[in-house]
């Protein structure tokens, strides 16, 4: 009986401090990112790790989404004779939704999977420890300026995505469909606002799944095992609840920005 | 209290000892590992922490070096107590100090070089050639220059262990923890390492500790020794007078005896109980 | 070397990425067409828009010229008053031109439709366009035709 209780207990209790730890992590992530300003160059080889190489996977997925959008607008469009309409189609999903969701999820699988199991192995091998014995603290060498690298990448990726999907679903509606051109830019440039659609979709979006993608990928390595186990469990659950956290702060950001409520 | 009785063995510099350990303890989820353990470190020396593997030595160090907490007692460093500074006091503690970990820990995205520089690039403003010097200073001192290109992953265990001490020294600390310096060395380098350490301890009056098993090399150079089992500090002294103890168990851990009061054995409850359990459908 | 390459790899992406917002703010976007309003206004009176809204394009022989830039109601004549802005290019437009309000496609956006009258005197700015065409309701258009229909076949059944 007892037992059952205490096992409640720490059911409630553990993710809370765990949940609280999160929350001191990030305080401590962000106090360590002035660090960078003495040493720029530390970012040059974390952009590179997180966004050079997470270019390729962005710009397949994106011009078949893309390309996908095309053809499945066109066979809803084309019953009503509004195949005009399929650039607007095309390129509200995209600012709106799928360009920032995607970009962060795919980024969740490439990036962040990759950054929880290097700072876990660097935790496991004692790199860290070894790196506090010299006196140089892991949140300024080598947290901050992975956090930062991601907080830049996300943003950029997710234009890129969105601007080789918007090409996707031009090159089927267009060269391959037969849709007008001219329509299909005017009718898009007609209906997506720069202010309610680009800025709130692309980049107030992907502002929030940058922050959110790389805290938890860099508080899952912290915070792993030292073993080889305890680092497949963390890079596992780093994509794990990255995903769940950026569709549901979607949900609640499209609440807020498109005004449905 | 008892600090000056336990070493008055030799007349010392400075007489103050370098660290002091009083009423250590500290557990790890439910075992103890230390109970009220008193230790000196004494300075310009070089002293020696053994005891048969899980008696704690890696533990002490990561206590003495203020990377975990003792549950219970003080330990000073320098006067200073190491557990109640803040990060950026201990850091600047920790600038002079140096530690060998048992693993090595080189970071494994930079050379050899750039692990040996490492230290030198975070905490001094030197021109790259002077930096390039002393890292080839270094590096020479442990016979590896010549592997300055390669990367960790391209280094033998010991090979590593010895990259990592070039590392630990590149600061010139006022202390150098070693753990298990001598593990997987080959008969010449671990020669090479001894002279080393001696060395470096006669020429820039460092204070050493060394965490090993290996009785003879740890005692050739040690002027103190520690012996650690359960928790505690069964025996400390000369490597001379520990040579000639009466105590059984001083005797067989310094001469590796197989039997003797030392157990070999993780706690367990009894063998035959353990395997009678096995063998009956649980 | 190898660092060099490194950081060309890495200015490389910032540029494209950097590119890729400039190009949805500039061609996928109307961010062009928010700063530059230099055009003239014109007001045009309809009993009914349908379902214009401000920003619908303006066009004169399917060609762009301006957009709209207001919708108000005239409370006392209960009519519905837009306000046009029209390229200045576009400045020798008849007085008596018409305006309607159109739609693209039988489900297409709806906008605003200009035809050329035949007067010399050109719209300015301030000026109303008097000749204007509602918007086709569809739910009106359906009730016509059927009672249209209701009243030329013999009734079979009556409609409410
Ligand atoms: N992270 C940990 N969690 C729980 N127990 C631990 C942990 N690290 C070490 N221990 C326990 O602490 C004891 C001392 O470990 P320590 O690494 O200090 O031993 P050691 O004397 O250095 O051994 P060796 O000579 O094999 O390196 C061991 O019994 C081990 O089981
Ligand atoms: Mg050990």
Redesign the pocket.
């Known amino acids: 009986m007892i037992a059952v209780l205490t096992k409640i207990g720490q059911s409630v209790l553990d993710p809370l401090a765990r949940m609280g730890r999160a929350n001191l992590f990030f305080l401590r992530l962000l106090g360590a990112l002035s660090f960078l300003l003495q040493r720029p160059g530390l970012l040059v080889k974390q952009l590179h790790a997180v966004g050079v190489l997470s270019l390729p996977i962005i710009l397949v997925s994106g011009l078949f989404v893309g390309m996908v959008l095309g053809l499945q607008g066109y066979a809803n469009l084309v019953d009503f004779g509004a195949t005009s309409s399929l650039g607007t189609v095309v390129a509200l999903s995209l600012v709106r939704e799928l360009g920032p969701v995607l970009t962060a999820l795919l980024y969740a699988g490439r990036a962040g999977s990759a950054l929880t199991a290097g700072i876990g192995l660097m935790k496991a091998t004692e790199q860290l420890a070894s790196m506090q014995m010299m006196a140089v603290d892991p949140f300024q060498r080598v947290l901050a300026p992975r956090f930062l690298a991601g907080f830049i990448a996300v943003p950029l990726l997710t234009g890129i995505f969105t601007a080789v999907g918007i090409l996707g679903g031009y090159l089927v509606a267009v060269v391959q469909l037969g849709v007008d051109g001219g329509a299909f830019w005017a009718q898009m440039q007609a209906k997506v606002h720069f202010f309610t659609d680009v800025v709130n979709g692309v980049v107030l979006k992907s502002l929030v799944f940058g922050v959110v993608a790389n805290w938890i990928a860099l508080f899952e390595g912290y915070e792993a095992q030292p073993t080889s186990e305890g680092i497949s469990l963390a890079t596992t659950r780093t994509v794990v609840s990255t995903s769940l956290a950026v569709l549901g702060l979607d949900f609640l950001l499209t609440a807020l920005m498109f005004g449905v409520w | 209290m008892s600090t000056s009785a336990t070493l008055s063995h030799t007349a010392l510099p400075n007489n103050k000892p370098l660290i002091t350990v009083r009423g250590l303890s500290f557990h ?2 439910e ?1 103890i ?1 230390f109970q009220d353990v008193d230790l000196d470190i004494p300075r310009g020396r070089i002293t020696a922490i053994m ?10 160090l990561r206590l003495i070096s203020g990377q975990i907490r003792p549950d219970a007692g003080r330990i000073e460093v320098d006067g200073v107590c190491i557990h109640q500074l803040g990060r950026r006091e201990l850091y600047q503690l920790r600038k002079r100090m140096g530690m060998l970990f ?1 693993s090595g820990a080189l970071f494994t995205d930079l050379s050899v070089f750039d692990n040996v520089a490492f230290p030198l690039r975070e905490h001094t403003r030197l021109p790259a050639h002077l930096i390039r010097t002393l890292v080839l200073m270094k590096l020479e001192s442990v016979g590896l220059r010549g592997a300055r290109e390669l990367m960790p992953a391209e280094l033998s265990g010991g090979m590593a262990r010895r990259v990592a001490l070039a590392r630990a020294i590149a600061l010139d600390p006022m202390m150098i923890l070693y ?2 310096p001598f593990a997987g060395q080959d008969p010449i380098s671990m020669g090479v390492l001894i002279k080393l350490i001696r060395t470096l301890n006669n020429a820039l009056g460092l204070t050493s500790i060394i ?1 090993s ?1 290996d009785v003879k090399e740890t005692a050739a150079i040690a002027d103190y020794l520690y012996l650690m089992s359960d928790g505690r500090v069964v025996e400390h002294g000369t490597p001379a007078t520990l040579g000639h103890s009466a105590s059984p168990w001083v005797t067989q851990f310094m001469h590796a005896l197989p039997d003797g009061p030392v157990s070999f054995h ?1 706690p367990a409850p009894p063998y035959s109980a353990d395997l009678l359990l096995a063998g009956a459908p649980a | 070397m190898a660092k060099k390459n490194l950081e060309l790899a890495v200015g490389l992406f910032v540029v494209l990425g950097l590119a890729a917002l400039f190009l949805l703010a500039l061609k996928v976007s109307d961010i062009a067409s928010l700063g530059e309003d230099k055009g003239y206004r014109v007001s045009a009176r309809f009993e009914n828009i349908g379902g214009l809204k401000v920003r619908a394009p303006v066009t004169l022989g399917g060609v762009r010229i301006g957009r709209v830039v207001g919708i108000d109601l005239d409370p006392q004549r209960y009519e519905a008053v837009v306000t046009l802005s029209i390229d200045p290019r576009y400045d020798h437009l008849p007085e008596d031109s018409s305006a309607s309000i159109l739609t693209s496609g039988l489900l297409g956006e709806q906008y605003v439709g200009l035809e050329p009258g035949g007067m010399d005197s050109a719209l300015k700015n301030g000026s109303t366009l008097k000749l204007t065409q509602s918007a086709l309701v569809l739910e009106k258009l359906i009730g016509r035709m059927v009672t249209n229909a209701a009243s030329g076949d013999p009734p079979p059944a009556k409609t409410p």
Request: aromatic content about 4%.
């Open positions: 790890r989820s075992r590992i005891g048969p593997s899980g008696a704690g030595k890696t533990t002490l048992q753990d298990e965490v098993h993780y």
